[in-house]
């Protein structure tokens, strides 16, 4: 037998003939109160079906059947990854031994069949192969793997395939006398999902293992109980993310750091590049040697090139932002092109064309200055090495190299205080 990724073989396993799969699917999920098949909820950022089908792809079998109830087109959606899984629809939930009977003989009587269900995400490749390797060592008809909770029931079972039928007389598949049983050595490989605290047991579990598998690689987890990272994630050597964390199907490159509370949604995050606080990126990029935060949110098309900071409470949307840019706290930049070396300070906004209209983009070009509380209304560009002055509305192009301003003049009269100051108070309590 070929030997699989993820399995540990020793002589007398590899030496086994890979048994047919069976993959029971069909379960409802009442107790769940979710609306769709059991098997297609997500469990710890995946459908709980593609446990199982991982599992069975890496024993290698001559086949895999996969029996289902309702959302028949969902499940073939779902098993695109897998084109060796035949699904077998079950009419009516009819309980295992009839979901089995759906699937059809063995297309070898001589051989094994390896049945398990798909609400046991927990079990792995290497349990399912001691579990055939148990059955083959005691000569019996079935080896069945028990549950350590719920009294002991069988979430697994391997027949040999001329003894399968025997055990399909009624609704549940009946264990023979003289089974062979297996244990697993991490009882909690067994823990079944029925319901949403079930549920909750089972991604903490796999949260667990991902985490531990990527410490022992080189990645700092200040807190792994509080850090959920998607196993589509790449993550490199020498990255440190501080507790409270989620990342998403996104890249982390080497001597990244998250600081407590950031979110991270297909997005990539440059090497060296740090996010503090409460952070959150959707769909965005940032090169290297970044900061950005705390409390910054980087909405969808963000692009930070390398060497640029992000003040706190910024945000950006579809946006990028030149190499060695710096954007200070509280700005919004939207629809905008930003060059090189800018700086722009507190509070600035770019401004679209409002509601309904076509967006429109904003272009600053590199090495200018936008001071604090300015705004630029689309479509606008502000040349290269321009001084755009605090508090100015930019609403035309502004050549290179020039000096903008158009707040108004101040205007003090001295003594009106007093008399609009008394109008404006006289509802105040005292």
Not at 1 to 21: E, K, N, W
Not at 111 to 135: F, N
Not at 192 to 211: C, I, K, P, S, T
Not at 257 to 270: H, K, N, T
Request: charged share 25%; with cysteine; aromatic share 6%.
């Amino acid at each position: 037998m070929a030997r699989r990724p993820g399995i540990s073989y020793d002589g007398r396993m590899a030496r086994l003939t890979p048994p047919h799969v069976v993959i029971l699917a069909g379960g409802a999920g009442a107790r769940m109160k979710i609306g769709h098949p059991k098997a297609l909820h997500p469990v710890f950022f995946r459908p709980m079906i593609h446990y199982a089908l991982d599992a069975a792809r890496a024993l290698g079998p001559p086949s895999t059947r996969l029996v289902v109830g309702p959302g028949e087109r969902e499940f073939r959606e779902q098993c695109r990854s897998w084109p060796e899984v035949r699904i077998v629809r079950q009419e009516e939930e009819r309980g295992p031994a009839d979901a089995v009977r759906a699937a059809g003989p063995a297309p070898e009587p001589e051989g094994d069949v390896l049945i398990l269900t798909a609400d046991a995400p927990l079990l792995t490749a290497r349990t399912l192969q001691e579990l055939a390797a148990r059955r083959a060592e005691a000569d019996a008809a079935c080896a069945v793997v028990r549950g350590a909770e719920g009294g002991g029931e069988a979430v697994a079972w391997c027949f040999r395939a001329r003894d399968l039928a025997a055990a399909l007389t009624g609704a549940d598949i009946l264990v023979p006398e003289g089974a062979a049983e297996l244990r697993p050595a991490d009882p909690v490989e067994t823990l079944g999902v029925d319901d949403l605290y079930g549920l909750w047991r089972a991604e903490a579990v796999l949260q667990a293992r991902f985490n531990r598998a990527l410490m022992l690689g080189g990645t700092a987890l200040q807190d792994p109980g509080t850090t959920l990272i998607d196993p589509r994630c790449r993550i490199e050597r020498g990255v440190r993310v501080e507790g409270g964390c989620t990342v998403i199907n996104s890249v982390l490159e080497a001597g990244a750091r998250l600081e407590a509370y950031c979110r991270i949604e297909d997005s990539v995050i440059g090497a060296g590049s740090r996010l503090l606080q409460g952070t959150v990126a959707r769909e965005a990029r940032v090169g290297r040697d970044c900061r950005v935060g705390p409390y910054a949110h980087l909405r969808p098309g963000a692009v930070l090139e390398d060497d640029v900071w992000v003040g706190n409470y910024a945000e950006l949307k579809n946006a990028v932002l030149g190499a060695g840019t710096r954007a200070a706290h509280q700005c919004y930049v939207g629809d905008a092109r930003v060059g090189r070396r800018a700086v722009i300070g507190g509070g600035f906004v770019t401004c679209g064309s409002g509601a309904g209209a076509p967006k429109q983009r904003t272009v600053i070009e590199d090495d200018v200055f936008v001071g604090g509380a300015s705004h630029a209304l689309a479509p606008v560009r502000v040349g290269a090495g321009s001084f755009v002055a605090t508090g100015t509305s930019v609403t035309e192009d502004v050549p290179p190299d020039s000096f903008v301003i158009s707040r108004a003049r101040q205007v003090v009269k001295a003594g009106y205080s007093k008399k609009y100051g008394k109008a404006k108070d006289s509802g105040a309590p005292r």
